[in-house]
């Protein structure tokens, strides 16, 4: 059977994706730069799994991070064993956590679900603020004798293309649209069958896996870890800004969101250091007002716009998307 | 006699706080918008009069005649400006739209006035009676708190547009259909839920230092409040603000202070659990 180059093409985009990424160190001299790209693109991106796609706001997102960045510094600490089963406990610790915090959550509606998540932040920080055993207040460093910037940057990104695929296919499949249901009408949805607070569930679920990976991860890349910086409320802004830029819902937003604002505050960071917090809420502000679909949205409206005038209207490459009805 | 003490100082800064959330609670109850940016007004409130006081020595509770109009018309901006077009559309755009505006705000006075921590060096004398000594400060705030809410409850009950935005919490478009503007009423209820959030501020810089990012701790006590009292019940708040401030301060007796902060939110994720319309049961939508 000869390969019809029309079903190859969305292969295209993969594959240049990891050749990118796999090369990326021998052209960028600040690895940890390209680190921390990655890094938000996950953190993001597991945002946008669960609030793009039930259309519920966790803005104790952060709670995934910190939870599973201390699961993994105190194996990394305490074992001196290779990093790697470390972080993967970091991310089924954050797993766990997510499966335990939904109990009570999923049935909140809205506002409400908001205003728990924000509140179990804030009552996971003093937690860890407090317990002597993780290192209290003053957190803890892990030992970085051993520290290879290329085997952290390679998991890395290993786990920012897993995130990424799983996010795709979470939005094309069965799932997907059980998912489209539940965020345009619960309760009708709920009516006809879909199990909607174990949808939620399991989106919860995944969101926190990846985002302790990532928390993981990163004490893996910083040695150090204190519940000020592990449970920082502006890491979930940074995520909500991310994929709001890029374009919510979308697979693609938080990767351009994620990417064009962490170049944009690392900049700003260095040289203004507070001025990068006023951009971020601009940025939220100025989306929800005159884009609320990000950059991805923004720019298939455009795409559709030219299509039309060439008269090629209709070749249904949009139904398919689930993310934007 | 340490616990009565406790337990009066509670009641005072709760009235405070509870009045903070009645300001929440009216916007939720008239727009169903959450709105997260509550607690950084009361930051832009507490700025406004430390510095009245410190370049003009203005006293802070002669600056209320300043912050609660300047309040008002900055929540008339900020709804006409933001706010009035993410009232009829997912709650989603609304969180994050105040959320977006949380940052924007705390940030900007980081920028002007750097993160180090503002007070007013003024003292009041102590007020005594029944063995219980309560700071002057704090009888301050709550002498406040129950003006505003007596002054709020007559405005909501006695005036027609207290009236229509007690109609539109009810049921907007039956509001509609009586020729009530659910508009109007909106950007009343917002300005007046914003002056109240800026003149709390003033009294706040009485009782504490601010600094620019304190407003997130405000807006999360409204919170917690609000869903006490049960989302768009100002009776409500007012019960949720004395039982959090009850329980904050006689906790501190028992508690390492480092961990009282976690009680309010406990109760919070237990009272979403067990009764999310609020344990005064007075829900409004």
Same mark, same amino acid.
């Given at each position: 059977?000869?390969?019809?180059?029309?079903?190859?093409?969305?292969?295209?985009?993969?594959?240049?994706?990891?050749?990118?990424?796999?090369?990326?160190?021998?052209?960028?001299?600040?690895?940890?730069?390209?680190?921390?790209?990655?890094?938000?693109?996950?953190?993001?991106?597991?945002?946008?799994?669960?609030?793009?796609?039930?259309?519920?706001?966790?803005?104790?997102?952060?709670?995934?991070?910190?939870?599973?960045?201390? $699961?993994?510094?105190?194996?990394?600490?305490?074992?001196?064993?290779?990093?790697?089963?470390?972080?993967?406990?970091?991310?089924?610790?954050?797993?766990?956590?997510?499966?335990?915090?939904?109990?009570?959550?999923?049935?909140?509606?809205?506002?409400?679900?908001?205003?728990?998540?924000?509140?179990?932040?804030?009552?996971?920080?003093?937690?860890?603020?407090?317990?002597?055993?993780?290192?209290?207040?003053?957190?803890?460093?892990?030992? $970085?004798?051993?520290?290879?910037?290329?085997?952290?940057?390679?998991?890395?990104?290993?786990?920012?293309?897993?995130?990424?695929?799983?996010?795709?296919?979470?939005?094309?499949?069965?799932?997907?649209?059980?998912?489209?249901?539940?965020?345009?009408?619960?309760?009708?949805?709920?009516?006809?069958?879909?199990?909607?607070?174990?949808?939620?569930?399991?989106?919860?679920?995944?969101?926190?896996?990846?985002?302790?990976?990532?928390?993981?991860?990163? $004490?893996?890349?910083?040695?150090?870890?204190?519940?000020?910086?592990?449970?920082?409320?502006?890491?979930?802004?940074?995520? $909500?800004?991310?994929?709001?830029?890029?374009?919510?819902?979308?697979?693609?937003?938080?990767?351009?969101?994620?990417?064009?604002?962490?170049?944009?505050?690392?900049?700003?960071?260095?040289?203004?250091?507070?001025?990068?917090?006023?951009?971020?809420?601009?940025?939220?502000?100025?989306?929800?007002?005159?884009?609320?679909?990000?950059?991805?949205?923004?720019?298939?409206?455009?795409?559709?716009?030219?299509?039309?005038?060439?008269?090629?209207?209709?070749?249904?490459?949009?139904?398919?998307?689930?993310?934007?009805? | 006699?340490?616990?009565?003490?406790?337990?009066?100082?509670?009641?005072? +800064?709760?009235?405070?706080?509870?009045?903070?959330?009645?300001?929440?609670?009216?916007?939720?109850?008239?727009?169903?918008?959450?709105?997260?940016?509550?607690?950084?007004?009361?930051?832009?409130? %507490?700025?406004?009069? +430390?510095?009245?006081?410190?370049?003009?020595?203005?006293?802070?509770?002669?600056?209320?005649?300043?912050?609660?109009?300047?309040?008002?018309?900055?929540?008339?901006?900020?709804?006409?400006?933001?706010?009035?077009?993410?009232?009829?559309?997912?709650?989603?755009?609304?969180?994050?739209?105040?959320?977006?505006?949380?940052?924007?705000?705390?940030?900007?006075?980081?920028?002007? +006035?750097?993160?180090?921590?503002?007070?007013?060096?003024?003292?009041?004398?102590?007020?005594?009676?029944?063995?219980?000594?309560?700071?002057?400060?704090?009888?301050?705030?709550?002498? +406040?708190?129950?003006?505003?809410?007596?002054?709020?409850?007559?405005?909501?009950?006695?005036?027609?547009?207290?009236?229509?935005?007690?109609?539109?919490?009810?049921?907007?478009?039956?509001?509609?259909?009586?020729?009530?503007?659910?508009?109007?009423?909106?950007?009343?209820?917002?300005?007046?839920?914003?002056?109240?959030?800026?003149?709390?501020?003033?009294?706040?810089?009485?009782?504490?230092?601010?600094?620019?990012?304190?407003?997130?701790?405000?807006?999360?006590?409204?919170?917690?409040?609000?869903?006490?009292?049960?989302?768009?019940?100002?009776?409500? %708040?007012?019960?949720?603000?004395?039982?959090?401030?009850?329980?904050?301060?006689?906790?501190?007796?028992?508690?390492?202070?480092?961990?009282?902060?976690?009680?309010?939110?406990?109760?919070?994720?237990?009272?979403?659990?067990?009764?999310?319309?609020?344990?005064?049961?007075?829900?409004?939508?």
């Amino acid at each position: 059977m000869k390969p019809n180059p029309r079903r190859l093409a969305p292969l295209a985009l993969p594959v240049a994706g990891a050749v990118l990424l796999f090369v990326a160190p021998s052209y960028v001299a600040r690895i940890s730069v390209l680190f921390f790209i990655l890094n938000w693109i996950v953190l993001s991106e597991s945002f946008n799994m669960f609030a793009g796609l039930t259309g519920y706001v966790n803005f104790g997102h952060v709670v995934f991070y910190g939870v599973g960045g201390y $699961i993994g510094g105190l194996l990394m600490k305490n074992s001196m064993a290779s990093p790697y089963p470390a972080v993967l406990a970091g991310g089924l610790g954050s797993a766990l956590l997510a499966l335990g915090m939904s109990l009570p959550t999923t049935r909140l509606r809205g506002a409400y679900f908001a205003i728990a998540t924000l509140s179990i932040n804030e009552a996971v920080f003093v937690i860890f603020d407090n317990w002597e055993a993780v290192g209290s207040a003053p957190g803890f460093t892990i030992p $970085i004798a051993d520290y290879l910037p290329l085997q952290a940057y390679y998991t890395m990104a290993s786990v920012a293309a897993l995130c990424v695929a799983t996010m795709y296919f979470m939005t094309r499949s069965k799932f997907g649209v059980a998912m489209q249901a539940i965020r345009q009408q619960e309760k009708t949805a709920s009516s006809i069958g879909v199990n909607a607070a174990l949808y939620k569930t399991v989106a919860l679920v995944v969101s926190g896996f990846f985002a302790g990976l990532a928390g993981a991860l990163a $004490i893996w890349q910083i040695n150090f870890i204190d519940p000020p910086s592990a449970f920082d409320v502006t890491v979930t802004l940074n995520s $909500i800004s991310m994929m709001m830029l890029g374009g919510m819902g979308s697979v693609m937003g938080p990767i351009i969101g994620g990417a064009l604002l962490y170049g944009v505050g690392d900049y700003l960071d260095l040289n203004y250091p507070f001025l990068h917090l006023i951009v971020l809420g601009l940025v939220i502000i100025g989306v929800v007002m005159a884009m609320p679909q990000g950059i991805v949205g923004a720019s298939r409206r455009i795409f559709q716009r030219l299509r039309v005038r060439r008269g090629e209207e209709g070749d249904g490459s949009n139904s398919r998307d689930l993310a934007h009805p | 006699m340490i616990l009565p003490e406790l337990v009066v100082l509670g009641v005072a +800064y709760g009235l405070l706080y509870g009045v903070l959330a009645l300001g929440l609670t009216l916007v939720w109850g008239v727009m169903k918008v959450v709105n997260i940016a509550h607690g950084d007004f009361v930051t832009v409130g %507490a700025y406004s009069s +430390y510095w009245l006081f410190t370049l003009a020595g203005v006293h802070p509770i002669l600056s209320l005649l300043f912050t609660i109009p300047f309040g008002f018309g900055l929540g008339l901006l900020v709804y006409l400006g933001l706010v009035r077009r993410v009232t009829n559309v997912p709650e989603l755009s609304s969180l994050f739209l105040t959320f977006g505006l949380s940052t924007l705000i705390s940030s900007l006075l980081l920028n002007l +006035y750097s993160p180090n921590q503002r007070g007013v060096p003024i003292s009041f004398p102590s007020i005594s009676g029944l063995g219980v000594v309560l700071p002057g400060s704090v009888t301050i705030a709550a002498a +406040y708190s129950v003006v505003v809410a007596v002054l709020l409850r007559l405005f909501l009950r006695r005036t027609f547009w207290g009236k229509a935005i007690r109609a539109v919490t009810e049921d907007r478009n039956s509001a509609l259909l009586m020729g009530i503007n659910p508009e109007a009423v909106s950007l009343l209820s917002f300005g007046i839920g914003v002056a109240i959030a800026t003149s709390v501020g003033s009294i706040v810089i009485l009782l504490q230092a601010v600094t620019p990012t304190v407003g997130g701790d405000f807006t999360l006590l409204s919170f917690v409040i609000v869903v006490l009292g049960g989302l768009g019940s100002p009776l409500g %708040a007012l019960v949720g603000g004395v039982v959090i401030g009850v329980v904050d301060n006689v906790a501190s007796l028992y508690l390492n202070a480092a961990v009282t902060p976690a009680i309010g939110f406990i109760i919070l994720i237990v009272v979403l659990i067990v009764r999310p319309s609020g344990i005064a049961g007075l829900k409004a939508d």
